[in-house]
């Protein structure tokens, strides 16, 4: 079959004693364009890239070890153990607060570096892959 045919001509084949036969719901649903692979394949690749972003920056901390104020938050933990009032106690959770807020900002950060990283790379190969499809892509026999 020639790809200068009609499209319908492209629904039915012959079969190799010329019998026409319409392919099957299931054949179609197996085969996918080029163009529509490669969309899913971006898909996924860029949801897999958010995954791992994800995975890898935002894990679980303890907001008492860390080295952002420690020896405030070393102060705060021997006071409020010596002395304990209200006030060593709101000390010490106020400490806690501040070492977990600049735990969660650098693991953000961490996050949106990687994302970045990755978008970069996806623009690169996006159109590296692209530039190679115009200079080294199938070209159709009638053209």
Request: hydrophobic residues 45%.
């Amino acid at each position: 079959m020639r790809w200068s045919q009609p499209p319908i001509a492209h629904s039915i084949w012959r079969e190799p004693f010329g019998s026409p036969r319409r392919s099957s719901a299931v054949a179609q649903l197996l085969v996918v364009r080029r163009s529509r692979a490669m969309r899913l394949f971006w898909t996924f690749l860029i949801l897999f890239q958010i995954w791992f972003a994800v995975q890898t920056s935002l894990q679980p901390f303890n907001a008492a070890k860390g080295s952002f104020r420690r020896e405030e938050r070393a102060a705060a933990f021997k006071a409020a153990s010596d002395n304990p009032t209200p006030e060593t106690k709101a000390a010490l959770q106020k400490e806690l607060h501040l070492n977990g807020q600049h735990i969660v900002r650098r693991q953000f950060t961490q996050a949106g570096i990687l994302l970045g990283v990755f978008l970069v790379l996806d623009v690169a190969g996006y159109y590296g892959w692209k530039n190679f499809r115009q200079n080294y892509g199938y070209r159709s026999p009638s053209a």
